[in-house]
């Protein structure tokens, strides 16, 4: 329980920038997709699923962002496509976490959003259990409608975040955190 604890206490977002090789291999990434799946999920529903990029579909998801965000910003330069084809290599593994929505029970749309937000966190935290690092970012390629359309989302699917893998370059370091006394309670009747 201890070394759990720890896990959890230490675990922090790397930036993908900041990440190199080596990314997790096939057995620890079926281990962060593992751990993943088995968050709170309200009626079974798994309302998520994944798009992994490795290797050199990372480049290509990387060309296709550049023409899209140009499509939509008519005026971007070279070096602000350059920098959009650059996003999905920061690190040496993404993946993009899918909010899928399921009306096969009658679960309320808020509980299925937190189940999948509960996905990325677990995915951090597998990865920081086998020495990799993460980050969990959206950008603007979480929200703009052609990302959408060239991922193959589906009518309601939204992209709940794209999570970064590798290596830290360097020792992460700490970061300032809010008062954590400041933020509880306890009710009183």
Same mark, same amino acid.
């Given at each position: 329980?201890?070394? +759990?604890? *720890? $896990?959890?206490?230490?675990? /922090?977002?790397?930036?993908?920038k900041d990440m190199v090789e080596p990314g997790p291999d096939a057995a620890a990434l079926d281990a962060i997709m593992r751990a993943g799946? /088995?968050?709170?999920?309200?009626?079974?529903?798994?309302?998520? #699923?994944f798009i992994v990029f490795?290797?050199?579909?990372r480049i290509a998801f990387g060309k296709a962002l550049a023409q899209i965000y140009g499509a939509v910003n008519p005026e971007m330069g070279p070096d602000?496509?350059?920098a959009q084809a650059g996003l999905p290599v920061r690190a040496p593994l993404m993946v993009a976490v899918i909010f899928s929505p399921?009306?096969?029970?009658?679960?309320?749309?808020?509980?299925?959003?937190?189940? @999948?937000? *509960?996905?990325?966190?677990?995915?951090?935290l597998a990865a920081h259990a086998q020495g990799y690092v993460g980050q969990w970012l959206t950008e603007w390629m979480a929200f703009e409608p052609?990302?959408? @359309?060239?991922?193959?989302?589906?009518?309601?699917? /939204?992209?709940?975040?794209?999570l970064y893998f590798g290596t830290a370059a360097d020792n992460p370091a700490e /970061?300032? #955190?809010?008062? $954590? +006394?400041?933020?509880?309670?306890?009710?009183d009747g």
């Open positions: 329980m201890t070394n +759990a604890l *720890a $896990l959890l206490h230490e675990r /922090r977002s790397v930036k993908a799946h /088995r968050v709170p999920d309200h009626g079974k529903l798994g309302p998520w #699923r490795e290797g050199d579909a602000t496509a350059a399921s009306d096969a029970k009658p679960i309320p749309e808020w509980e299925q959003i937190m189940s @999948t937000g *509960a996905v990325c966190q677990n995915m951090l052609k990302v959408a @359309t060239h991922l193959g989302l589906k009518k309601g699917e /939204r992209v709940a975040g794209f /970061r300032e #955190r809010p008062d $954590l +006394a400041m933020r509880i309670s306890h009710y």
